[in-house]
């Protein structure tokens, strides 16, 4: 127990005995039993509050490399495309849009053609 052997625990309750005496030294080992208990709390409060602020600090850590990361991977996009590409691929991406939006209109024209001539040869028939 916390480095002290048996005997050297019987030679400390000895004096403890010699100095306080027996009416004194139930109250002695109570203080002294609250006050350890206190101080193994707030060694224990600390060892928490330390673990947490390492975590936090790790977290930290772990956000700036994904971060770095990120600009690296940002800049080899950068590199790759010119800006002049990159524009060019967006006038192809509008283009491209506008087709499809002129397919949709023309299936959607035809369809509402095919179905007002079936309504009317239903309708005439």
Request: charged fraction near 35%; hydrophobic fraction near 40%.
């Amino acid at each position: 127990m916390f480095g002290i052997g048996f005997f050297e625990f019987i030679v400390i309750a000895i004096v403890a005995i010699i100095f306080l005496g027996p009416d004194k030294l139930p109250s002695a080992m109570i203080k002294i039993i609250k006050t350890f208990k206190t101080f193994s709390k707030s060694i224990n409060e600390a060892k928490t509050v330390i673990e947490e602020e390492l975590n936090i600090q790790e977290l930290k850590e772990d956000s700036k490399k994904y971060r770095a990361l990120l600009e690296q991977n940002t800049q080899k996009i950068k590199k790759t495309f010119s800006s002049d590409e990159l524009l060019d691929l967006q006038d192809s991406t509008k283009e491209v849009n506008a087709v499809l939006e002129d397919i949709k209109k023309t299936t959607l024209n035809d369809d509402l053609k095919d179905t007002k001539e079936v309504k009317n040869k239903s309708e005439q028939g």
